[in-house]
């Protein structure tokens, strides 16, 4: 593996490892005119070129960034990547005024994604899915997170996890495949079977999972069921992850917590409560404001959690029935002017936090040890990146010390 030395880089911003939380969260490490030395997809060191340059060995090959600011590889902790079909005709509808009601007796909602993800080949499901993670690197995003869930039977869940891990081999992002078989109960099938069901497919793609997620709210799954598929998932090695509390709070925050899943998602409807103990544990809240801003319903207390003591993560939720983005420098946005967040809490939590969410503790920081992944913008200050939103500032992606992009405007 070749090595990288990345010079005149006019202000490298990056979280400091281990503040993920409180006041320490927004405390960011800033170097301006800096270098940055990678070796073997690591990062071997950080600071000004003469520091630098001291840990050099050998010939690396040279990169000079040209005053761009440099910022860690952003991980989308929650995605739904992989799916079938088009809803861009529901979104018109509901923009001239129909009801749910009436898109779903069009055909429209989840069933849709369902059924055309049901219909479609593994080659081609997975070609799609490869189309837009080439749009969610050029976006910077160098770790995601992507969720089954559009099958709802044990051949499709299948052939969505498979897609998933094979596309790992594929393509420069690292994925990380979660199994969300309760993701809504399929038509044709009363709760009680297909929750049967769900238990049943466990033992089999428990191989091509790391994490086992369900949606805990009114009409899909009850707090108790959704603790039966969480403890099977961890009788089989998959770790607990929760969709809770988006529209309504049925208790879904305390039975994971008592689970100590590894993230509690959504949580626009939060009591106090609820927000106290997610700061007391070390399980992550994952926020995602794309959903709010598209469903146009309320954003989660993310201020509060913040200073509260949570850990807080901020993903994407790429879906396409309430969240069609997946850039993360447009969420970044939102976080500040919808959530009170500041724009270094929002860059910690982008990058850091996310890889907590999926516990990869060395990513997620521009720092000695960590894995290289990092981004140079189109800019020499990162708050641009949340600033001036609705615009790629994305210019070179490194993934694990690789160029894995490099924006054609480099070349004008
Ligand atoms: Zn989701």
């Given at each position: 593996?070749?090595?990288?030395?990345?010079?005149?880089?006019?202000?490298?911003?990056?979280?400091?490892?281990?503040?993920?939380?409180?006041?320490?969260?927004?405390?960011?490490?800033?170097i301006?005119?800096?270098?940055?030395?990678?070796?073997?997809?690591?990062?071997?060191?950080?600071?000004?070129?003469?520091e630098?340059?001291?840990?050099?060995?050998?010939?690396?090959?040279?990169?000079?960034?040209?005053?761009?600011?440099?910022?860690?590889?952003?991980v989308?902790?929650?995605?739904?990547?992989?799916?079938?079909?088009?809803?861009?005709?529901e979104?018109?509808?509901?923009?001239?005024?129909?009801?749910?009601e009436?898109?779903?007796?069009?055909?429209?909602?989840?069933?849709?994604?369902?059924?055309?993800?049901?219909?479609?080949?593994?080659?081609e499901?997975?070609?799609?899915?490869?189309?837009?993670?080439?749009?969610?690197?050029?976006q910077?995003?160098?770790?995601?997170?992507?969720?089954?869930?559009?099958?709802?039977?044990?051949?499709?869940?299948?052939?969505?996890?498979?897609?998933?891990?094979?596309?790992?081999?594929?393509?420069?992002?690292?994925?990380?495949?979660?199994?969300?078989?309760?993701?809504?109960?399929?038509?044709?099938?009363?709760?009680?079977?297909?929750?049967?069901?769900v238990?049943?497919?466990?033992?089999?793609?428990?191989?091509?999972?790391?994490?086992?997620?369900?949606?805990?709210?009114?009409?899909y799954?009850?707090?108790?069921?959704?603790?039966?598929?969480?403890?099977?998932?961890?009788?089989?090695?998959?770790?607990?992850?929760?969709?809770?509390?988006?529209?309504?709070?049925?208790?879904?925050?305390e039975?994971?917590?008592?689970?100590?899943?590894?993230?509690?998602?959504?949580?626009?409807?939060?009591?106090?409560?609820?927000?106290?103990s997610?700061?007391?544990?070390?399980?992550?809240?994952t926020?995602?404001?794309?959903?709010?801003?598209?469903?146009?319903?309320?954003?989660?207390?993310?201020?509060?959690?913040?200073?509260?003591?949570?850990?807080?993560?901020?993903?994407?939720?790429?879906?396409?029935?309430?969240?069609?983005?997946?850039?993360?420098?447009?969420?970044?946005?939102?976080?500040?002017?919808?959530?009170?967040?500041s724009?270094?809490?929002a860059?910690?939590?982008?990058?850091?936090?996310?890889?907590?969410?999926?516990?990869?503790?060395?990513?997620?920081?521009?720092?000695?040890?960590?894995?290289?992944?990092?981004?140079?913008?189109?800019?020499?200050?990162?708050?641009?990146?949340?600033?001036?939103?609705?615009?790629?500032?994305?210019?070179?992606?490194?993934?694990?010390?690789?160029?894995?992009?490099?924006?054609?405007?480099?070349?004008?």
């Open positions: 593996m070749s090595d990288l030395l990345i010079q005149n880089i006019g202000q490298i911003a990056s979280p400091k490892p281990g503040n993920t939380r409180g006041k320490e969260l927004g405390d960011l490490s800033i301006e005119d800096g270098a940055v030395y990678i070796r073997d997809g690591v990062i071997k060191s950080v600071g000004t070129l003469s630098v340059l001291d840990e050099v060995e050998g010939q690396p090959e040279v990169v000079d960034a040209g005053g761009r600011a440099a910022i860690p590889g952003f989308d902790s929650h995605s739904h990547l992989v799916f079938g079909g088009n809803r861009a005709h979104f018109a509808m509901r923009s001239a005024g129909a009801t749910y009436e898109i779903a007796a069009q055909g429209g909602g989840i069933v849709s994604t369902v059924e055309a993800t049901r219909a479609m080949s593994k080659a499901l997975e070609a799609r899915a490869f189309l837009r993670l080439e749009l969610a690197l050029e910077g995003i160098t770790t995601m997170e992507i969720k089954s869930g559009y099958g709802l039977d044990l051949d499709t869940e299948r052939k969505m996890l498979e897609v998933i891990n094979e596309l790992n081999d594929h393509q420069p992002i690292e994925l990380v495949p979660t199994f969300l078989g309760a993701h809504a109960v399929p038509t044709g099938s009363t709760k009680e079977e297909y929750l049967e069901e238990l049943n497919m466990i033992p089999e793609l428990s191989d091509l999972a790391e994490y086992c997620d369900v949606f805990c709210e009114k009409g799954f009850t707090k108790e069921e959704s603790r039966r598929v969480l403890e099977k998932g961890l009788k089989h090695g998959l770790k607990p992850k929760i969709h809770t509390n988006q529209f309504n709070d049925i208790g879904g925050v039975m994971a917590l008592d689970l100590e899943a590894v993230s509690v998602d959504h949580l626009e409807v939060l009591s106090d409560e609820d927000v106290r997610i700061s007391d544990s070390d399980t992550i809240a926020v995602l404001p794309g959903v709010s801003y598209f469903l146009n319903i309320s954003y989660s207390p993310a201020r509060k959690l913040i200073d509260e003591g949570a850990i807080v993560a901020l993903a994407s939720d790429f879906n396409p029935g309430s969240s069609m983005t997946m850039c993360m420098q447009l969420l970044m946005n939102m976080a500040c002017t919808k959530m009170g967040m724009v270094e809490e860059l910690s939590c982008s990058t850091q936090n996310g890889a907590l969410a999926l516990e990869r503790k060395n990513i997620g920081c521009i720092s000695e040890g960590y894995q290289a992944d990092l981004l140079l913008l189109e800019t020499d200050d990162f708050r641009n990146v949340a600033y001036f939103f609705g615009q790629n500032h994305v210019s070179v992606v490194i993934k694990k010390g690789k160029i894995a992009y490099k924006c054609t405007h480099l070349e004008r």
